[in-house]
Nanobody, 127 residues
Framework: QVQLVESGGGRVQPGGSLRLSCAASTGTLSWYAVAWFRQVPGKEREPLSC????????KYAESVKGRFTVSRDDAMNTVYLQMIGLKPEDTGIYYCATNRVENCMSTWDLKEQYDYWGRGTQVTVSA
């Protein structure tokens, strides 16, 4: 079992930055790949990034490449999503997820494969 808890969301002006955290309250997150998704009401949950166990390399959706950086601190059992250059269209609820495999698969962007999700943290980008 893995229980994920996101934090770090909030309201920020366009061009601003936020760092989201995904902590495991149970389970060892360092063993697993972790993905980030975003959802806006009425729309599908959108994939953003994935980080493989034991690496600093992330995979990114085109919409966030160059602005978002995923990282992990295994000692803290936490994965981060650093977001810069935020835009109003980045507004949404941000979720982390894992399916308890080591590597981000080529299909990492398919939300259906993830068994464990946090409850999300709200990010609002507005002037």
């Amino acid at each position: 079992q893995v229980q994920l808890v996101e934090s770090g969301g909030g309201r920020v002006q366009p061009g601003g930055s936020l760092r989201l955290s995904c902590a495991a309250s149970t389970g060892t997150l360092s063993w697993y790949a972790v993905a980030w998704f975003r959802q806006v009401p009425g729309k599908e949950r959108e994939p953003l990034s994935c980080i493989t166990s034991g690496t600093t390399n992330g995979k990114y959706a085109e919409s966030v490449k160059g602005r978002f950086t995923v990282s992990r601190d295994d000692a803290m059992n936490t994965v981060y999503l650093q977001m810069i250059g935020l835009k109003p269209e980045d507004t949404g609820i941000y979720y982390c997820a894992t399916n308890r495999v080591e590597n981000c698969m080529s299909t990492w962007d398919l939300k259906e494969q993830y068994d464990y999700w946090g409850r999300g943290t709200q990010v609002t980008v507005s002037a």
